[in-house]
């Protein structure tokens, strides 16, 4: 009735208020690299936060991954930022309190991902590996290199504890499943994926293959029945995470698809393409729900370019209200899920990769240059319709939602169809 549509409007309106541009909070950039090998890329290919919002993982190039404390220290926020950007932890200062660390991997680092946090099996690896330490649940940052190696580090100590072998080629992308069961699954130049059980030595229990050119990407649902792989071809392909079996493949893209997410409750998958295009699809029917068309701002000085909006990648908010992507045309784009346009754009140039905090607030991206830039990004108090949305679909799919006794208009609702 009309409260509801009130209310509504009243909401739509409140985000429209949190859509200022992105700020830059802060710039780290790697010290200066110091003999070197000359072959080493400075690329920050990939970052990543633990999905407790602790810390914070850095491929910085020259094989170095930094971890560090989150939230950031004083000095590396600008003024005014302090009070916001800082948790309660702030005051947790006590001599026990974590230090940056600095992981020397001995390879180019391409992926990145953590565990969940907390993972109870992961005390019987630990225990395995370090039997004179007593039994803790411990943070596990996994790392994916040029040689085609996965290393597995203790991110509290800095100690490496697994070195996992198989694939022959770049490891390019890493997830975690976000159960906690300490399942991981890699993505390779090699056109493979791989699935390793890090409960069992990291034993390797299955190879995905089908896929003809490089695999780019690799999502897994926040509810850990389906896996998303981006490779360099047009089709993005979509696997049981029960069975590891091909479920189908998502046609539309006109050019190279390289990253893909899930929403936070699995009810949607996005995908990054070369084509200049993100399409939001619905992975349970495969139907495409929307495509959101990356233009450029500014004309090019010349049309040698071709490939100008290239997209690179492409992340949910937590709360899966908004998107973040990266494109070659230097902008960081923030979209609100129900728009065709961006409501917000920030200039970053040679950008790579973009995550966002846990906790919603940041966003993270990676360049070509080895930096990483911090960005304000929209806070915004979902509405209680959106949080009923996301709290159905997280054990719903959309067949069952169809299937449900409901009214049309609610069931377009909660499948996404309107907003």
Same mark, same amino acid.
């Given at each position: ?158 100690? &490496?504890?697994?070195? %996992?072998? *198989? =694939? $022959?080629?770049? +490891?390019?992308?890493?997830? @975690?499943? !976000?159960?906690?069961? /300490? ?62 079996? &091909?479920?189908?493949? %998502?046609? *539309? =893209? $006109?050019?190279? +698809?390289?990253?893909?997410? @899930?929403? !936070?409750?699995?009810? /949607? ?62 902008? &960081? ?87």
């Amino acid at each position: 009735g009309r409260g509801s549509r009130a209310s509504a409007e009243r909401f739509s309106l409140d985000e429209e208020e949190h859509a200022e541009e992105p700020l830059l909070l802060a710039e780290l950039k790697p010290g200066r690299p110091h003999q070197f090998d000359w072959k080493s890329s400075c690329e920050t290919w990939s970052v990543a936060f633990s999905p407790d919002g602790s810390w914070f993982a850095w491929s910085q190039g020259h094989c170095i991954v930094k971890l560090i404390p989150w939230p950031l220290e004083e000095q590396f926020i600008p003024k005014g930022f302090e009070a916001k950007s800082r948790s309660s932890k702030s005051d947790s200062k006590g001599r026990g309190s974590p230090k940056e660390k600095t992981l020397d991997c001995g390879q180019i680092v391409w992926g990145l991902a953590f565990s969940p946090w907390p993972s109870p099996p992961s005390r019987k690896l630990w225990a395995r590996h370090h039997p004179q330490v007593p039994d803790v649940s411990c943070l596990i940052l996994a790392t994916g290199l040029n040689d085609g190696q996965i290393k597995i580090w203790e991110v509290q100590t800095g100690l &490496l504890l697994l070195n %996992l072998s *198989g =694939h $022959q080629d770049v +490891v390019r992308d890493l997830s @975690f499943t !976000p159960s906690g069961s /300490l399942i991981l699954v890699s993505a390779s130049r090699d056109k493979t994926l791989r699935i390793w059980d890090l409960n069992k030595h990291g034993k390797q229990i299955q190879v995905l293959s089908g896929h003809l050119q490089w695999v780019y990407c690799c999502s897994i649902s926040p509810d850990c029945s389906m896996l998303c792989s981006a490779a360099g071809e047009k089709s993005v392909f979509l696997w049981s995470m029960r069975s590891y079996t &091909l479920i189908r493949k %998502l046609e *539309g =893209h $006109q050019s190279s +698809v390289v990253s893909c997410d @899930f929403s !936070p409750d699995s009810a /949607l998958l996005v995908t990054a393409s070369y084509d200049t295009n993100v399409i939001m699809w619905d992975p349970y029917t495969g139907e495409r729900l929307r495509s959101l068309h990356h233009t450029q701002l500014d004309p090019p000085m010349d049309d040698s370019d071709v490939h100008i909006s290239s997209l690179r990648s492409v992340c949910f908010s937590p709360e899966g209200l908004y998107l973040a992507t990266v494109a070659d045309d230097r902008l &960081l784009r923030i979209w609100a899920l129900e728009l065709k346009t961006p409501i917000a754009f920030a200039p970053m140039t040679n950008g790579l990769c973009c995550t966002f905090f846990p906790h919603g607030g940041v966003i993270a991206t990676g360049t070509r240059d080895g930096h990483v830039q911090f960005w304000t990004a929209p806070r915004v108090l979902s509405s209680l319709k959106h949080l009923c949305r996301k709290a159905l679909r997280s054990f719903l799919t959309t067949y069952q939602v169809l299937a449900l006794p409901i009214p049309k208009k609610m069931k377009e609702f909660l499948t996404y169809r309107t907003f």
